[in-house]
């Protein structure tokens, strides 16, 4: 500015395309106009009862990408934090048992194993289904709000899994499995289009989907850390590892507590 020079600030806003240029005397400054505050949740929320989308993803990338990939932190200092804020002490005791049951699934995601799918379907039923029974049996928690339902590995890739409020079709897949295999084939106008058709990004996946991208994705990113250099894996939306993996938790998440799916393109 002191210099003269024109300046365009741009790119920090996502895909809402803000661009604005910056001319001493004549335009406003940068600070002008006061920027918003991140937005941060509860632990709680975040942790055991999300009620939207953003709860998810949130969930999926600032905590357990972190769990899993990240750095070996301690939970259990985010745990006491949130305890002397007053959150409930029920549920911060069922969270110390959740991260201490971490440590194994991260074992088995860094091992030479050849088995690999294995620790990923070990990971998916810790986060999905051992830990949302662990949160149904806080009964108190459930009386105001619908309770989660506890996913299952086996029967979602075979077709028989059904979630709460849907009913069965004839082949044996749930409802909303049908009702996303049509919405997957179904053109921009509404006609009918072949498999494959549409953006990938902006597909809404299914819950079979969602499972396979988990995997897929859990064991892309365990074997960048398993042939190194990496260590640890941090979340940037231009990796397609941990997008996908973002993606396919955070709508596994929702698909457990009833809240609506998001395609890759609403996720980044």
Same mark, same amino acid.
């Given at each position: 500015?002191a210099?003269?020079? *024109?300046? =365009?600030?741009s790119g920090?806003?996502g /895909?809402?395309?803000? $661009?604005q240029?910056?001319?001493?005397d004549?335009t406003?400054?940068?600070?002008c106009?006061p920027? *918003?505050t991140p937005?941060?949740?509860p @632990?709680?929320t975040i942790?055991s009862t *999300?009620?939207q989308?953003i709860h998810?993803i =949130?969930?999926s990338?600032? /905590?357990?990408?972190g769990q899993?990939?990240?750095?070996?932190?301690d939970a259990?200092?985010?745990?006491?934090?949130?305890?002397?804020?007053?959150?409930?002490?029920?549920?911060?005791?069922?969270?110390r048992?959740?991260?201490q049951?971490f !440590?194994?699934v991260?074992?088995?995601?860094r091992t030479?194993?050849?088995?690999?799918?294995?620790a990923?379907?070990?990971?998916?039923?810790?986060? /999905?289904n051992a830990d949302?029974? !662990?949160l149904? $049996?806080m009964?108190?928690?459930?009386k105001?709000?619908?309770p989660?339902v506890?996913?299952d590995f086996?029967?979602?890739l075979d077709g028989?899994f059904v979630l709460?409020?849907e009913g069965?079709?004839?082949?044996?897949?749930?409802?909303?499995?049908?009702?996303?295999?049509?919405?997957?084939?179904a053109? $921009?106008n509404?006609?009918?289009? *072949?498999n494959g058709a549409?953006?990938?990004?902006q597909?809404?996946l299914s819950?079979k989907d969602n @499972?396979?991208l988990?995997?897929?994705s859990? !064991?892309?990113?365990?074997a960048?850390l398993?042939?190194?250099p990496e260590?640890?894996?941090s979340f940037d939306?231009?990796d397609?590892?941990?997008?996908?993996?973002?993606?396919?938790a955070s709508?596994?998440?929702?698909a457990a /507590?009833?809240?609506?799916?998001q395609?890759?393109?609403?996720v980044k």
């Amino acid at each position: 500015m002191a210099a003269q020079v *024109p300046l =365009v600030e741009s790119g920090t806003a996502g /895909y809402l395309g803000q $661009v604005q240029p910056l001319l001493k005397d004549n335009t406003e400054c940068f600070d002008c106009i006061p920027k *918003p505050t991140p937005k941060t949740y509860p @632990v709680c929320t975040i942790r055991s009862t *999300p009620s939207q989308p953003i709860h998810c993803i =949130v969930w999926s990338k600032s /905590y357990l990408l972190g769990q899993l990939f990240g750095e070996d932190e301690d939970a259990i200092g985010e745990l006491d934090a949130a305890e002397q804020r007053g959150e409930n002490a029920q549920e911060i005791a069922t969270l110390r048992q959740e991260a201490q049951a971490f !440590n194994n699934v991260r074992a088995a995601l860094r091992t030479t194993s050849p088995d690999i799918r294995n620790a990923a379907k070990l990971a998916f039923q810790k986060v /999905y289904n051992a830990d949302i029974n !662990n949160l149904l $049996v806080m009964a108190d928690m459930w009386k105001s709000r619908a309770p989660p339902v506890p996913l299952d590995f086996d029967t979602i890739l075979d077709g028989t899994f059904v979630l709460r409020g849907e009913g069965t079709s004839k082949d044996g897949g749930s409802a909303t499995e049908q009702a996303d295999r049509m919405t997957l084939n179904a053109g $921009v106008n509404g006609s009918m289009a *072949p498999n494959g058709a549409g953006l990938r990004d902006q597909r809404t996946l299914s819950l079979k989907d969602n @499972v396979e991208l988990f995997v897929d994705s859990v !064991n892309r990113l365990a074997a960048r850390l398993r042939s190194g250099p990496e260590t640890t894996i941090s979340f940037d939306k231009d990796d397609d590892d941990t997008l996908d993996f973002v993606t396919a938790a955070s709508n596994l998440r929702s698909a457990a /507590y009833g809240i609506n799916r998001q395609t890759r393109w609403e996720v980044k």
